[in-house]
C-alpha cells in the first residue's frame, strides 16, 4: 500500500509538472507572438512615416523634375504604401490584437487608397482641362489621410499597448504615425500652388498635344465603349489597347490604366509615341476577373491636352 501511495504520488506530482510546462511553454509562445507582431507593426508604420516625409518633401518641392518624373515619383510612393498594406494584411495575429489589426489595417487601407487617388488625379492636376476639379480631389484624399492617422492614434496604438500592457510586456513600443504633416494640405490652395511648381517650371512644348484612345481588345475580341460583350479567357483575361498621338510632337511616358469594377488601377506605360503614330499596349487583368465586370479604360492626358474626352471608355465584358 506504501508503495502504491508513493507511486500514485510521484504520479501525481509528474502530471502536474508537465501541465505547468505545457503552461509555461503556451505563454512563452503567446509572449512571443505578441512581441512578434508589436516589432512587425512597428517596421511597417516606420516605414509609412518613411514614405509620408519623402511624399511631402515631393509635393512641397518639385525641384528640377519634369512632369512625367514627378508623376512617376508620386506613383512610387502609392506602390510603397500597397506594400505596406499588403504586409499587414499578412501579418500573424494573437488573439488579443484582433480588434487593433482590424483598426490597423483600416488605417493602411486608408492612406494607400487616399495616395492612389492622388496618383489617379496628378496628371489632370498638371494639365489645363479639369485641373480645378483634380485639385479638390487631391485635396479631399488629404482628408482620408487625417482620417487614417486619428484611426491610427485613438483606435490601433491605444489596443495594441492595452493588450501588450496586460500581458505584462513593456519593452515593445508601438510607434506615434501621423502621415498628414499638417491641416494646411487640406486647403486647397495649398495643393493647387504645390503643382503649379511643376506645371510651372515644365510646361508642355509648343505645338498640338493629344491623344486619343482607339480601339481596346480583350482576348482578341474588339469591344465597343459603352457595350457589352462575353469573352471566353480560359482565366487569363488580356486587354490589348491602341493609342494613337493626334498631336504633332512626341510624347513620351503615355499611361494607360485599366480598373476593373472600380477597383485598383492596373497600369502600363508607353515610353515614347510619335506624332499621327499608333501603338499597342498588353494589360493582363490580374486578378482575372471572373463573370459580369466593368472595365474602365483611360489614356492619361499629356501636358498641354486640351481635349481628353477621347482618352476614355468604359466596357460590360463577362468573362467565361
Known amino acids: 500500500m506504501l508503495r502504491r501511495a508513493i507511486a500514485a504520488g510521484a504520479g501525481l506530482l509528474v502530471l502536474v509538472l508537465l501541465v505547468l510546462g505545457v503552461k509555461g511553454c503556451l505563454n512563452a509562445r503567446h509572449d512571443r507572438a505578441l512581441r512578434d507582431y508589436g516589432k512587425n507593426v512597428a517596421d511597417i508604420v516606420q516605414q509609412s512615416n518613411q514614405t509620408s516625409t519623402s511624399l511631402f518633401k515631393q509635393l ?3 525641384g528640377s523634375l519634369s512632369v512625367t518624373e514627378y ?3 508620386i506613383a512610387s ?12 494584411d499578412r501579418l500573424s495575429v494573437p488573439g488579443d490584437m484582433s480588434s487593433a489589426q482590424k483598426a490597423f489595417q483600416l488605417t493602411m487601407q486608408l492612406r494607400r487608397n487616399a495616395l492612389t487617388n492622388i496618383a489617379n488625379s496628378i496628371s489632370t492636376a498638371l494639365g489645363s482641362e479639369g485641373r480645378t476639379q483634380a485639385i479638390n480631389k487631391i485635396t479631399f484624399q488629404m482628408k482620408a489621410m487625417l482620417a487614417s492617422d486619428v484611426l491610427y492614434r485613438q483606435i490601433a496604438k491605444p489596443d495594441m499597448e492595452t493588450a501588450l500592457s496586460d500581458n505584462g510586456i513593456s519593452d515593445v513600443p508601438i510607434p506615434e504615425s501621423k502621415f498628414l504633416p499638417d ?3 487640406l486647403d486647397s490652395t495649398k495643393v493647387d500652388s504645390a503643382l503649379a511648381q511643376v506645371s510651372g517650371t515644365a510646361s508642355a512644348t509648343p505645338g498640338i498635344h493629344g491623344l486619343g484612345l482607339i480601339q481596346t481588345s480583350a482576348n482578341g475580341q474588339v469591344l465597343q465603349d459603352g457595350g457589352s460583350a462575353t469573352v471566353t479567357a480560359g482565366g487569363k483575361p488580356e486587354l490589348e489597347v491602341q493609342v494613337q498621338n493626334q498631336g504633332d510632337q512626341t510624347e513620351t ?3 494607360v490604366s485599366v480598373t476593373v469594377n472600380g477597383g485598383q488601377p492596373i497600369e502600363q506605360q508607353i515610353s515614347s509615341i510619335g506624332p499621327g503614330e499608333t501603338q499597342t499596349v498588353k ?3 490580374t486578378p482575372a476577373p ?3 465586370a466593368t472595365l474602365d ?7 498641354g491636352e486640351q481635349v481628353s474626352s477621347n482618352n476614355k471608355a468604359s466596357y460590360t465584358v463577362t468573362f467565361q
Open 183 to 185: 491641416d494646411s494640405w
Open 253 to 255: 511616358g503615355v499611361t
Open 71 to 73: 508623376t512617376n515619383n
Open 297 to 303: 479604360v483611360e489614356v492619361k492626358p499629356v501636358p
Open 290 to 292: 471572373k463573370g459580369q
Open 283 to 285: 494589360i493582363p487583368l
Open 77 to 88: 510612393y502609392r506602390s510603397e504604401l500597397d506594400s505596406l498594406l499588403q504586409r499587414t
Open 60 to 62: 512641397e518641392n518639385a
